[in-house]
């Protein structure tokens, strides 16, 4: 596994959830609704991206490094352990909002990790399971185009999808558009409009057990609970993509 | 027209992937097989018969996949069924091979111009794979050049980085270069001196997914040149093409002598059978190699395949076929035309490639595709696709009906085409 394109995925796969938990969960709003701060991670090899909080809102916005409070780390490493929950201390600069990170942006972090680590008496409850799907759904495709544009045999697959968009997601739900062009991949939230392929889970139910390795791709093809359309070639090489994201987070 | 419903395919589908990997694994799925939508396709067949199948729910469709290529005089065709079958009483998997081994050998190589010799195997990827230990034995090297895109079966050496189960070690001695361009050959070979056993190549560009495109003039006699000036090992992967170009190998038809031409789907017309045929300079090397298997001199493909290569000489099946595909195509572009469509077919003829022109998704193709397929005319979405001999006049009439219906309904399902 390569470390670079690991925190890679951590920052901009896994952190950036941070957003959309904000908005999903009623327990996370709770916690940023008094918040007006931005707090940036600059990873060396990897980039840099800023958690801003707002009105009750949060937005992540990658590649801007300004922020009230910066968090440097020495090496993606670092950074990797800090995502996966071992105790390292980024350096930080501005002491005043020190208190920002040892209390709400960790309550937040908890929350994330507490929807991305899902038992099954806690998916037994549908809102949980909702933004559990939602995330994990999030997660792998934001992951896949890190892998895409950074790991060594992504990138050769990522060279020979097609220049366009795939549309991923579920009628009237969910919806992930990656774009890919000259090699290089990047997803953002929200439905194409002019779709090169397209991949559709049916449902949530489908699509959490597809993105858990509860079912396959091809049960849900017989039961109809899977589609595919369009520019295949992009959908094969995407879901080679897709294949690597476990490796990965595990 | 009737379309057809697949309650039984459903349920077979929904039992099958309760104990088959993916239900129907490989290229004859759903999915390797681009079935889109797959409730347009039936997933099983109960019996086929010249030119046609039939599926479990009873839907008849003219197969213009033909077993992705084995069927070539037609199923079931009744002098190589009795030929086979007559082998099967006397015997078929036996501690000695039959006399016959040595009969289809001296067919094979009666028939493919470049033949001195012929090794049996099952399928197409086996010869391949013998091919490439044969040049790799003759020449005491390890590097082999291929096209990009092209393929050559399912072992680990002729898959791409990325695919589940590959990794980087099962490919690192292979070279890609584009298709059509001997100087980039010539610049590997430049490059690396000594070190290519083999190029390796289909006898033309017919990938999945993608335009064939036939070899420029030149291109072939080109690459034949530097494979002798540098002792390389030329190796013609005519599986797909074997017999539907020309019954003396699609090298011949092409212009050149291969060194190793390998040959499986169309020369027994279904039986299981692959011949590596090679020049006497190839012999020593294929006999120093110990490649086997438990099924690879059985007698009744052997017979088949006399039988089958019998009759396509007599029918001068390779000709016989382009005719066919070229009436079939002609027909198909203009229904397109006549609809406001312009179909795309690329290839030869005997094994076309088609898609829409201006359908940068592909979407629309898949749609026409879909509605034939309902309709009993049976094409897949993105390979090529395949004549047998037995298709008849009348079916290729009634493939024209079935295009320009299915045409209309996708006119119907985009209004903004009529707006243009």
């Known amino acids: ?250 | 027209m009737k379309l057809n419903s697949y309650v039984k395919s459903t349920e077979l589908f929904k039992r099958a992937l309760k104990v088959v990997p993916a239900g129907i694994y490989g290229h004859l799925g759903p999915a390797e097989g681009c079935a889109i939508p797959i409730t347009a396709f039936p997933m099983f067949s109960d019996r086929a018969e010249g030119a046609y199948f039939w599926d479990v729910d009873g839907n008849r469709f003219i197969d213009y996949m033909c077993a992705y290529g084995p069927n070539i005089l037609g199923y079931n065709d009744p002098d190589v069924d009795a030929a086979a079958l007559a082998q099967l009483k006397k015997g078929n998997c036996v501690t000695c091979p039959s006399e016959l081994l040595i009969e289809f050998a001296e067919t094979m190589v009666d028939t493919v111009a470049m033949a001195d010799w012929a090794f049996f195997a099952k399928n197409g990827g086996d010869v391949v794979q013998f091919a490439t230990l044969v040049a790799k034995a003759k020449t005491n090297r390890k590097k082999l050049v291929l096209v990009k895109g092209f393929y050559h079966g399912v072992d680990p050496w002729c898959q791409h980085i990325g695919s589940s189960g590959i990794v980087k070690e099962d490919v690192v001695n292979n070279f890609y270069i584009d298709w059509n361009v001997p100087e980039q050959f010539e610049q590997l070979v430049k490059d690396h001196p000594g070190e290519i056993a083999a190029f390796v190549s289909t006898p033309y560009c017919h990938p999945a997914m993608a335009d064939s495109v036939l070899p420029a003039p030149g291109y072939w006699q080109k690459i034949r040149k530097i494979c002798d000036d540098n002792g390389i090992v030329l190796i013609v992967d005519d599986v797909r093409c074997g017999f539907r170009l020309n019954l003396k190998g699609s090298d011949y038809h092409y212009g050149i002598k291969a060194d190793l031409e390998c040959f499986c789907k169309a020369i027994a017309n279904g039986y299981n059978v692959s011949a590596l045929c090679g020049t006497e300079e190839m012999r020593g090397a294929a006999e120093d190699i110990m490649y086997t298997g438990s099924y690879w001199l059985s007698s009744v493909p052997f017979a088949a395949g006399i039988a089958a290569i019998k009759k396509m000489k007599e029918f001068d099946v390779a000709n016989v076929i382009n005719e066919k595909g070229r009436k079939l195509t002609n027909g198909l572009v203009d229904v397109a035309k006549s609809n406001g469509f312009k179909l795309v077919i690329s290839g030869e003829p005997s094994m076309w490639f088609m898609r829409l022109d201006d359908d940068p998704s592909t979407i629309m193709h898949q749609e026409w595709v879909a509605e034939c397929v309902k309709r009993g005319v049976f094409f897949t979405n993105h390979h090529n696709l395949f004549i047998n001999a037995a298709l008849t006049d009348d079916d290729i009439k009634y493939t024209w009906d079935v295009a320009d219906e299915a045409y209309k309904v996708v006119r119907q399902m985009h209004p903004e085409l009529n707006r243009l």
């Open chain 1, 1 to 250: 596994m390569d470390i670079v394109t690991k925190a890679k995925i951590n920052l901009f796969a896994v952190l950036r959830n941070i957003q959309d938990l904000c908005e999903l969960d009623d327990v996370s709003k709770d916690i940023i609704k008094n918040e007006k701060t931005s707090v940036s991670f600059n990873v060396p090899d990897v980039g840099c991206a800023t958690l801003v909080f707002k009105d009750g809102k949060c937005t992540f916005e990658p590649d801007r490094s300004s922020a009230q409070l910066k968090l440097w780390f020495t090496s993606p490493d670092h950074f990797n352990k800090l995502v996966d929950g071992e105790k390292t201390i980024p350096i930080f600069i501005n002491i005043l909002k020190v208190g920002f990170l040892l209390s709400t942006f960790t309550k937040l972090a908890d929350r994330l990790s507490y929807f991305l680590k899902p038992t099954e008496e806690l998916l037994k409850d549908r809102k949980y399971f909702e933004i559990n799907t939602i995330l994990t759904a999030y997660t792998a495709f934001f992951a896949m185009c890190q892998i895409g544009n950074s790991d060594e045999i992504g990138k050769i697959v990522a060279s020979k999808i097609a220049d366009g968009e795939i549309a991923c997601g579920i009628p009237d739900g969910l919806q992930v558009t990656i774009t890919v062009k000259g090699g290089a991949m990047s997803a953002r939230i929200g439905k194409s409009e002019n779709p090169r392929a397209i991949m559709q889970f049916a449902d949530l139910d489908f699509a959490h057990d597809l993105l858990n390795g509860k079912t396959s791709s091809y049960k849900g093809l017989g039961e109809g609970k899977f589609l595919i359309k369009g520019k295949v070639s992009m959908l094969d090489q995407m879901s080679k993509l897709l294949n690597m994201v476990s490796h990965y987070l595990k």
